[in-house]
């Protein structure tokens, strides 16, 4: 009785936080003011980019969910780092290509595609498709290509911009590194968070409500993207 | 890894996953985003007001955004009275940028007049179209200045104004005047 208890609470506390803070944050494109730097100035502008896409990383929930499904049972470092590696590798790619080669895809769609990764990585965790296929699909794999499709999205919130040739490549190299320095930043402390939880019994307790959480924080982002797609459009 | 969950637990965890997510979805998330509200319970917490402040117009924002007077969707612009006249005062904080809109259909005019007391200030007059979200908008003029005179015709149904920038460290007023077929939007928040 104890933990169901505190299980139905912990699920209502998440969701409160899902449902009414997260999704007040950047969801789609950038900020006001990083709007207006963007529109005011041209050529090189290293630091801001930078910035920008840093920022982008620490404030982009859809992003940060699916590492965390990642990170969920990953003990060893050398495990994290060959996992969040792929990652970056995947989206690197794509947001690079993306943008050089003018590569519109529908936001919303692609943010879709991104909820689909969170609630692929919670249904994989909760070993769905070891029960489902009976076998696991390629971890590593999935996980580059999914980046393939989280680095799609950035270039389409930064394409939203009609950036000036003029030092596209550093601007775009100087957004990119950003985006790497902010996801190093959110990863080790959803790791310090992580390693300490596990610590505790209540880990392995709530592995699985924490994962049909993340299933679902996933859910919701299919949903509200594809709304957007339908109303918007 | 967590061992493999059975048939029953893994069905049920997802089950749990979908009602969760239809449900915040349903009740909190598309009320607030999209002012779509099928449970009636986002208006009730006052969660649409939200959406109806949002600078993207959403196509069946109307009857709510009336109700509530927070905002003017275009849809009523085309009961807007031609060659309606309006005088605002519109202040820029110190250090801060705003933006000053007016919602209008395809192919209509507006003749304006603005000036500040005295300080030039970095502004942008442009339009974006009606159910764009790409971000994508047009700058009918750009520059630094103290006052400015003239009129535009839109060329695409949506949202039109100003975006003024204040570099100094006192509050500027604006005093604007503008007519034509416009409804006004006012202060983007």
Redesign the interface.
């Given at each position: 009785m104890f933990f169901r208890y505190h299980r139905i609470a912990m699920i209502i506390i998440a969701c409160c936080f899902l449902g009414l803070t997260a999704f007040e944050s950047i969801a789609h494109g950038v900020d006001d003011n990083t709007r207006l730097f963007l529109q005011q100035n041209t050529g090189i502008q290293f630091f801001p980019f930078l910035y920008i896409g840093a920022k982008h990383m620490v404030t982009g929930y859809d992003h940060l969910l699916f590492l965390l499904g990642v990170i969920f049972f990953l003990y060893k470092s050398k495990d994290i780092l060959v996992y969040v590696s792929l990652f970056t590798l995947g989206h690197s790619i794509t947001l690079l290509l993306g943008v050089i080669a003018n590569l519109q895809v529908n936001a919303y769609l692609i943010d879709a595609i991104i909820g689909l990764s969170v609630v692929y990585k919670g249904f994989d965790n909760l070993g769905g498709f070891q029960r489902l296929l009976g076998v696991n699909p390629n971890a590593k794999l999935a996980v580059l290509i999914f980046g393939l499709f989280h680095g799609l999205g950035l270039a389409t919130k930064l394409q939203e911009f009609q950036l000036p040739e003029e030092g596209l490549w550093t601007n775009l190299i100087a957004f990119n590194i950003g985006v790497e320095l902010g996801q190093f930043a959110a990863l080790t402390l959803i790791l310090l968070v992580i390693s300490f939880w596990r610590k505790f019994a209540s880990f392995q307790y709530f592995s699985t409500a924490s994962n049909t959480l993340l299933m679902s924080a996933g859910m919701m982002l299919i949903g509200f993207q594809l709304t957007g797609y339908f109303v918007m459009n | 890894?967590?061992?493999?969950?059975s048939?029953k637990?893994?069905l049920q965890?997802?089950l749990?996953?979908?009602v969760?997510?239809?449900t915040?979805?349903v009740s909190?998330?598309?009320p607030?985003?999209?002012n779509?509200d099928p449970t009636g319970l986002g208006t009730k917490l006052g969660l649409t007001a939200l959406a109806n402040t949002d600078s993207?117009i959403?196509?069946?924002a109307g009857d709510e955004a009336k109700e509530s007077g927070l905002t003017t969707p275009l849809n009523v612009a085309e009961n807007t009275n031609i060659d309606a006249t309006d005088i605002m005062h519109i202040i820029v904080p110190a250090n801060r940028?705003i933006e000053y809109k007016f919602a209008m259909q395809k192919f209509k005019k507006m003749t304006y007049q603005w000036q500040t007391e005295g300080t030039a200030l970095?502004f942008?007059l442009h339009g974006e179209p009606e159910?764009d979200?790409?971000?994508?908008y047009e700058s009918y003029a750009i520059t630094t200045a103290d006052e400015m005179k003239g009129s535009f015709t839109t060329p695409f149904a949506g949202v039109h104004g100003w975006?003024w920038?204040n570099t100094s460290d006192q509050e500027v007023t604006i005093k604007l005047t503008v007519s034509g077929e416009y409804t006004v939007i006012g202060l983007k928040k």
């Open positions: - | 890894m967590q061992h493999t969950l048939n637990a893994l965890a997802t749990i996953a979908l969760i997510a239809a915040v979805l909190f998330i598309l607030v985003e999209y779509i993207t959403n196509t069946n940028g970095f942008d159910g979200t790409s971000g994508y975006y920038k």
